[in-house]
């Protein structure tokens, strides 16, 4: 399973960004969707997950400013950031909780991608 991103950049405080992640191989079903960062210094953490049942869980800090979403028929998971700040910036992944059909559970990871929000 590949999982790619894309839409990072430079953004001004108070602009918006949105990411996209995409997978692509031999997948029977994703469970989860989520999108993490992890800014320098500091630990990876959870930004927003949505599962199958488009259930949603944000962190604390980014409530009411990102939305997730996902496309099943797709497998992609997107990530509307606005309103952001300088404390956002960090390199975002985003990650596919995946049932192969061999019944297999697999966590996949994209390799990354920088947000920067700076002036």
């Known amino acids: 399973v590949q999982v790619v991103e894309s839409g990072g950049g430079l953004v001004q405080p108070g602009g918006s960004l949105r990411l996209a992640c995409a997978a692509s191989?031999?997948?029977?079903?994703?469970?989860?969707m989520g999108w993490y960062r992890q800014a320098p210094g500091k630990q990876r953490e959870m930004v927003a997950t949505?599962?199958?049942?488009?259930?949603?869980n944000y962190s604390g800090s980014v409530k009411g400013r990102f939305t997730i979403s996902r496309d099943n028929a797709k497998s992609t998971v997107n990530l509307q950031m606005n309103s952001l700040k300088s404390e956002d910036t960090a390199v975002y992944y985003c990650?596919?909780?995946?049932?192969?059909?061999?019944?297999?559970?697999?966590?996949?990871w994209g390799q990354g991608i920088q947000v920067t929000v700076s002036s």
């Open positions: 191989g031999s997948i029977f079903r994703i469970l989860y």
């Open positions: 949505i599962n199958s049942d488009d259930g949603t």
């Open positions: 990650n596919f909780y995946v049932q192969h059909h061999t019944n297999n559970l697999v966590n996949y």
